[in-house]
């Protein structure tokens, strides 16, 4: 029975949790401070913390994210294969690995997925497998897999959460997950501190090197640091629109040592030329919003400000790429890069369909000037304040 929950709550997250954004923002219900009123203020006393450390390596690509003993060197840039799970067009997987392995031998050596990302795990077997059969060991020495474990709301056992983790490593062929990103959906269940415990068990036993999050908010954030589960990073929305985490989250951040992992910088590709200059108001005049992240992103830039306002961040960007000889979505992912607590940021990779190498290789070589920074803050700073519209980081996929 527990098995059949779990395949028909997978099927449910399949889905994908952008759907949840699918209902009105004005839904939300928060103070004036920005502060969700079911929840009330977080405290910011943050007690018992310890300090963990992230560190930039010689080469700019890369930075290790650590917590204690716990340690894990990513390239700054993260290929996000969230695309592959439907929505975006089909894929072949022959076609997948051999792009994956394009992206390996150009740098971009890190990859994004989750359990509820269609064949996402198994693709990374297929390429991973191709690595160790076709590349340098070197290459595989760089290689690195995170994964997402989204569970069903069930009681979180030793035993569950081991055979759920199973799964993963076995679809990605590892031994050791390089990183483990957990998502819980209820915060009123705490059954995710039991997980988390769990997590760091598997851990210490070698299944998992280290143990992260993804969607959290400051709050849990405290209390799961505080009960000493070692996690580096927290992967949350961030772009020049939404800057959320650059509030309650980066203070805490900036005290604990814990690193930021962002997706959604790009937009899903609203952050870019193709949507400079265009009404998508008017049937067929622009490009379709026609993608699950799309769609996701374009209700970011309703509650934001709307799509005239949208068009003005983007004629900003336009000048300072154009000084600068690159895309809009080069800058919009640097800027990212260069707020605090920020390790890394997620590109999506259609795998197969296209791809964005050249674009994503400019970012380790471009630096905003002061004048860049303050045009984007400018401009980004005629929207609303998400943190007040939405509530912090993770708050979108949570029904108020």
């Avoid at 791809?355 to 290789?361: F, L, Q, W």
């Amino acid at each position: 029975m527990l098995l059949l929950l779990e395949s028909y709550y997978r099927h449910l997250r399949g889905l994908e949790m952008s759907e949840l954004l699918r209902h009105s923002l004005s839904k939300f219900t928060f103070t004036p401070n920005g502060t969700p009123t079911r929840r009330g203020t977080a405290t910011r006393r943050y007690k018992h913390l310890r300090p963990c450390q992230c560190v930039a390596t010689q080469d700019n690509r890369l930075i290790v994210v650590k917590n204690g003993n716990d340690s894990l060197d990513i390239c700054r840039v993260v290929n996000g294969m969230w695309q592959t799970s439907g929505g975006w067009g089909r894929i072949d997987r022959n076609a997948a690995s051999d792009a994956m392995l394009k992206y390996a031998d150009a740098g971009l050596t890190t990859f994004d997925m989750a359990d509820i990302y269609g064949p996402a795990e198994d693709l990374y077997g297929i390429f991973i497998n191709r690595v160790r059969r076709e590349r340098p060991p070197e290459l595989l020495e760089q290689v690195r897999g995170l994964t997402k474990w989204v569970p069903p709301p069930v009681k979180m056992t030793s035993s569950y959460v081991r055979d759920s983790i199973n799964v993963s490593r076995k679809r990605m062929d590892v031994d050791s997950l390089d990183m483990l990103q957990f998502h819980w959906w209820d915060y009123s269940n705490t059954g995710y501190i039991d997980a988390l415990k769990h997590l760091t068990d598997l851990k210490n036993e070698g299944k998992i090197k280290t143990v992260a999050l993804t969607n959290f908010d400051t709050e849990r954030l405290q209390i799961i640091l505080e009960n000493e589960i070692p996690v580096v990073s927290n992967q949350v929305q961030h772009s020049i629109v939404d800057m959320r985490p650059q509030q309650r989250m980066a203070e805490l951040c900036q005290l604990t040592g814990v690193k930021l992992i962002t997706y959604g910088t790009v937009m899903g590709g609203l952050l870019s030329e193709k949507f400079l200059d265009t009404n998508i108001n008017i049937p067929f005049a622009g490009p379709a919003i026609n993608t699950p992240s799309l769609q996701k992103y374009k209700r970011m830039v309703d509650a934001w400000g709307g799509w005239g306002l949208f068009q003005g961040l983007l004629r900003t960007l336009k000048q300072v790429a154009t000084k600068h000889g690159v895309s809009i979505s080069t800058v919009a992912v640097k800027y990212v890069l260069d707020q605090s607590a920020v390790a890394g940021s997620m590109v999506g990779v259609r795998l197969g369909l296209s791809d964005h190498i050249r674009d994503t290789n400019a970012i380790f070589s471009l630096v905003l000037d002061e004048e860049d920074v303050n045009s984007i803050k400018e401009a980004a700073g005629k929207g609303k304040d998400l943190l007040k519209v939405i509530g912090d980081c993770g708050d979108e996929y949570r029904r108020a």
